[in-house]
Every structure is written in C-alpha cells, then in structure tokens.
C-alpha cells in the first residue's frame, strides 16, 4: 500500500513537472526553456528528466548542487557530478540513498569535492548553467553498499551528461543537500 501511495505521488508530481514545462512555451511558438532547479521542485525536475530527457534537450538549465567525484569501479574512468542526495531507486539502487544530478563537461577547472561521503551539508557547493548534451543516459558502475561497509557488488548508476557555460562555487550554508519528493 505504502508504495502504491509513493508510486500514485510521483507520477502526478511528474505529471504537473510535464504539465508546467508545456505552459512555459512562449506565444510565438519558441520552445527555448529555461529551467531553475531550486529547493522546492530540484528532485521533481531530475526524476522527470530521468524519464522524459528529450523534452529538456535545448533548454537552459541552472541549478545548486555539490560536487561529486565517482570512479567507475570496472574501468576506473573518473567522473566529476554535480549532484544532490535522495532516496535509493533513482540512480542506483546500492544503499539507503543515492545521488541523483550530472556528469559535468566543463572548459574550466571544477573545485575539488569536499566531505561526499560524509553524511551533511558541508560539500563543495557550486552554481551551474549549462544544457544536456544529449538524452542518452551514461552508465557509471559503482560498489554496493550494505550496512554501510562496501561489498564486491557491482551496480550501476546513470548520469546525463551536462555541457556546463558557467560555473560558480557558492556557500552551501541553507540548501539541501538530501533532496526527496
């Protein structure tokens, strides 16, 4: 019952996410969106564009988020996300939680992520601008986790990829680091 209720609230929260994005069309016919991913609606947006990538491609996109560095636990490419924390299901399904955001493909040189693995705000906070590069998602493969202790369980994790215009680190202090619906 409980996940009937989860599963009934994100799909009318992707409804009215799809149902916003069409009335942000402007009246000659433009379809150039701009998306603000902010603290009310950062985790509604990211679970709609997991399902719906094409309708965001073309848009510009801004958002909050701390930076994260993965490294794919099979072929040891190393990857640097911009992200936030949710709950385990979007993304990866390795633990309690996740991280659900980007790949980053920046020109410039992206701070170095600070305290990820700790479980509070104090991150490498940054602001970017920027758009999808394409709706294809990228798989990055990382260890399970149970009981909080590593295991040899590889599972995957699954990114866009973001071409990233502007990039600037902010102070963090206020915002969500763990975002959910």
């Given at each position: 019952?409980?996940?009937?209720?989860?599963?009934?609230?994100?799909?009318?929260?992707?409804?009215?996410?799809?149902?916003?994005?069409?009335?942000?069309?402007?009246?000659?016919?433009?379809?150039?969106?701009?998306?603000?991913?902010?603290?009310?609606?950062?985790?509604?947006?990211?679970s709609n564009m997991?399902?719906?990538?094409?309708?965001?491609?073309?848009?510009?996109?801004?958002?909050?988020?701390?930076?994260?560095?993965?490294?794919?636990?099979?072929?040891?490419?190393?990857?640097?996300?911009?992200?936030?924390?949710?709950?385990?299901?979007?993304?990866?399904?390795?633990?309690?939680?996740?991280?659900?955001?980007f790949i980053l493909?920046?020109?410039?040189?992206?701070?170095?992520?600070?305290?990820?693995?700790?479980?509070?705000?104090?991150?490498?906070?940054?602001?970017?601008?920027?758009?999808?590069?394409?709706?294809?998602?990228?798989?990055?493969?990382?260890?399970?986790?149970?009981?909080?202790?590593?295991?040899?369980?590889?599972?995957?994790?699954?990114?866009?990829?973001?071409?990233?215009?502007?990039?600037?680190?902010?102070?963090?202090?206020?915002?969500?680091?763990?975002?959910?619906?």
């Open positions: 019952m409980k996940q009937a209720i989860r599963k009934a609230v994100l799909f009318l929260s992707l409804l009215a996410a799809s149902l916003g994005a069409l009335a942000g069309c402007s009246p000659d016919g433009n379809t150039q969106k701009t998306y603000s991913l902010n603290e009310s609606n950062f985790f509604l947006v990211m997991l399902y719906f990538p094409e309708q965001y491609l073309g848009a510009s996109i801004d958002l909050d988020c701390f930076v994260y560095e993965i490294e794919d636990a099979v072929t040891g490419e190393k990857y640097a996300c911009g992200v936030r924390k949710c709950s385990s299901g979007y993304g990866c399904t390795c633990g309690n939680d996740t991280v659900i955001g493909d920046y020109d410039g040189e992206i701070p170095a992520a600070r305290n990820q693995s700790e479980d509070n705000g104090d991150k490498t906070w940054i602001h970017i601008e920027g758009s999808l590069e394409s709706a294809e998602k990228e798989y990055v493969n990382v260890y399970a986790y149970s009981d909080g202790e590593q295991t040899e369980t590889v599972e995957q994790i699954y990114f866009y990829r973001f071409r990233v215009r502007a990039l600037e680190e902010i102070d963090g202090t206020g915002l969500k680091y763990y975002v959910t619906n």
